[in-house]
T-cell receptor, first 111, second 110 residues
Framework: NAGVTQTPKFRVLKTGQSMTLLCAQDMNHEYMYWYRQDPGMGLRLIHYSVGEGTTAKGEVPDGYNVSRLKKQNFLLGLESAAPSQTSVYFC??????????FGPGTRLTVT | SQQGEEDPQALSIQEGENATMNCSYKTSINNLQWYRQNSGRGLVHLILIRSNEREKHSGRLRVTLDTSKKSSSLLITASRAADTASYFCATDDNTGKLIFGQGTTLQVKP
């Protein structure tokens, strides 16, 4: 049982480049989330999904897109990376109104 | 904007002492959760307390919830060096989302 996994673990992008972060969970959870964490800050919700084929905006959605084509996967895309998107990105999954299980994070640097 | 605000932002204690962290929030909640984050790692769920509960225990952890004051506290008893981490409260307003506070950084000195 791997729980929540994230790919890649580290990435360096140049301004304007694009990339996709992959999150996978093997717990059959309905809900999945993408957060970003900046130094000394708590987590801020970017986008989330309440089931396969659904997505919704969180607190800081601008500059990001997401897709949930399969229940176990939640993809986060950056179409044109900016230095302000340098952060650590965490994916999580849960059942409704229950504890969230977090992945190990992806450390992204945009130069 | 952040729903939860945590106090203190940083706490340093000796091993064996108790550590208390507080969390305040602004709107009605379905439940409140506490998470721990070790440096460079993902968050790990510690405990969940529902809005109709006032106190909950899990091992050395004790959580209280006062919905009239919109506040919660996390008590770690008999702290250990391994408890050194950041601790976050998060509130669930039954929309499927959690809103996290900025966290309390706890250092337990051996």
């Amino acid at each position: 049982n791997a729980g929540v996994t994230q790919t890649p673990k580290f990435r360096v992008l140049k301004t304007g480049q694009s990339m996709t972060l992959l999150c996978a969970q093997d717990m059959n959870h309905e809900y999945m989330y993408w957060y970003r964490q900046d130094p000394g800050m708590g987590l801020r919700l970017i986008h989330y999904s309440v089931g396969e084929g659904t997505t919704a905006k969180g607190e800081v959605p601008d500059g990001y897109n997401v897709s949930r084509l399969k229940k176990q996967n939640f993809l986060l895309g950056l179409e044109s990376a900016a230095p302000s998107q340098t952060s650590v990105y965490f994916c999580a999954s849960s059942e409704i109104a229950d504890e969230q299980y977090f992945g190990p994070g992806t450390r992204l640097t945009v130069t | 904007s952040q729903q939860g605000e945590e106090d203190p932002q940083a706490l340093s204690i000796q091993e064996g002492e108790n550590a208390t962290m507080n969390c305040s929030y602004k709107t009605s909640i379905n439940n409140l959760q506490w998470y721990r984050q070790n440096s460079g790692r993902g968050l790990v769920h510690l405990i969940l307390i529902r809005s109709n509960e006032r106190e909950k225990h899990s091992g050395r952890l004790r959580v209280t919830l006062d919905t009239s004051k919109k506040s919660s506290s996390l008590l770690i008893t008999a702290s250990r060096a391994a408890d050194t981490a950041s601790y976050f409260c998060a509130t669930d307003d039954n929309t499927g989302k959690l809103i996290f506070g900025q966290g309390t950084t706890l250092q337990v000195k051996p």
